[in-house]
T-cell receptor, first 114, second 115 residues
Framework: DAGVIQSPRHEVTEMGQEVTLRCKPI?????LFWYRQTMMRGLELLIY????????DSGMPEDRFSAKMPNASFSTLKIQPSEPRDSAVYFC????????????FGDGTRLSIL | TQLLEQSPQFLSIQEGENLTVYCNSSSVFSSLQWYRQEPGEGPVLLVTVVTGGEVKKLKRLTFQFGDARKDSSLHITAAQPGDTGLYLCAGLVRAGGTSYGKLTFGQGTILTVHP
């Protein structure tokens, strides 16, 4: 079975540019999470969707960050304008509903803002 | 904000040695998860412990949840090079009145097992 699919795997762009990260959750999963991982701060939850609705976006760092989930099989995380401090690995994870359901992570997008 | 402190941050050992990774917090968690992450990949769930004092074994890995559900440990017996990776603990706090649970991750322990 296909796992969580993220694209692109790597993105290098100049500061000020718009960046869009994409995620396809596991079919049938109705919870979707976006995380950011850095050496300094570790793995941090940015936003959580349940049934395509944002439930907790308290981890979104600034207004420059936005996330959408137009349908059950697709989500985007957008950064506009991007800054060098946004450089990190961004992970998408999905799970069935329920707090104890295991989260399945994609392989991440490594983002470098020059 | 719930914080999870993992120790040690780095661990470099020889094949066959035993090791323990600790995960501590001042907060109570409804459950605690351990993940393993390899370079270029996302974290993969190893185990979830739910009950205070619970011990779970996964082959050579033993996971324990503290009685007060504030801390946990991962013990690996006779480590092998294939155990090399980043080990992450994550505590789950349920939002009151909902089925939503937010995971807070520790900083991770980078384990290197030399042949």
């Amino acid at each position: 079975d296909a796992g969580v699919i993220q694209s692109p795997r790597h993105e290098v762009t100049e500061m000020g540019q718009e960046v869009t990260l994409r995620c396809k959750p596991i079919s049938g999963h109705n919870s979707l999470f976006w995380y950011r991982q850095t050496m300094m701060r570790g793995l941090e939850l940015l936003i959580y969707f349940n049934n395509n609705v944002p439930i907790d976006d308290s981890g979104m760092p600034e207004d420059r960050f936005s996330a959408k989930m137009p349908n059950a099989s697709f989500s985007t995380l957008k950064i506009q304008p991007s800054e060098p401090r946004d450089s990190a690995v961004y992970f998408c994870a999905s799970s069935l509903s329920g707090s104890r359901q295991p989260q399945h992570f994609g392989d991440g997008t490594r983002l470098s803002i020059l | 904000t719930q914080l999870l402190e993992q120790s040690p941050q780095f661990l470099s050992i020889q094949e066959g040695e035993n090791l323990t990774v600790y995960c501590n917090s001042s907060s109570v968690f409804s459950s605690l998860q351990w993940y393993r992450q390899e370079p270029g990949e996302g974290p993969v769930l190893l185990v979830t412990v739910v009950t205070g004092g619970e011990v779970k074994k996964l082959k050579r890995l033993t996971f324990q949840f503290g009685d007060a559900r504030k801390d946990s440990s991962l013990h690996i017996t006779a480590a092998q090079p294939g155990d090399t990776g980043l080990y992450l603990c994550a505590g789950l706090v349920r939002a009151g009145g909902t089925s939503y649970g937010k995971l807070t991750f520790g900083q991770g322990t980078i384990l290197t097992v030399h042949p």
